[in-house]
């Protein structure tokens, strides 16, 4: 199996900044297709907040742009999210996803446990 493992998470106030981290790693051989981070705040739909296609390039939900972005350690299989001018409407559990292939699974789509991100005063 391939493990998802996010950290980064924590309470900060308006305007600060926070760096998320999602490693993949496991015992079996695999490479990573896509990955990205989504966010899922109270009372709402999981959203797309930014992530590397397949292709390469990157999507950023509009709520986020200029203040956010992601960046990736290809020989780390991490990805980061760089989280600049935080708002309150930031607030959520943030979850790394991934588009892998691995041997003897092939492809398929996988989640971390998600971290929480609070901005408040």
């Known amino acids: 199996q391939v493990q998802l493992v996010e950290s980064g998470g924590d309470l900060v106030q308006p305007g600060g900044s926070l760096r998320l981290s999602c490693a993949a790693s496991?015992?079996?051989?695999?490479?990573?297709?896509?990955m990205g981070w989504y966010r899922q705040a109270p009372g709402k739909l999981r959203e797309l907040v930014a992530a590397?296609?397949?292709?390469?390039?990157?999507n950023y939900a509009d709520a986020v742009k200029g203040r956010f972005t992601i960046s990736r350690d290809n020989a780390k299989n991490t990805v980061y999210l760089q989280m600049n001018s935080l708002k309150p409407e930031d607030t959520a559990v943030y979850y790394c996803?991934?588009?892998?292939?691995?041997?003897?699974?092939?492809?398929?789509?996988?989640w971390g446990q998600g971290t929480q991100v609070t901005v408040s005063s």
């Open positions: 496991g015992s079996i051989i695999f490479s990573i297709n896509a």
């Open positions: 590397f296609t397949k292709a390469g390039s990157t």
């Open positions: 996803n991934a588009d892998l292939w691995a041997i003897g699974r092939g492809q398929y789509n996988t």
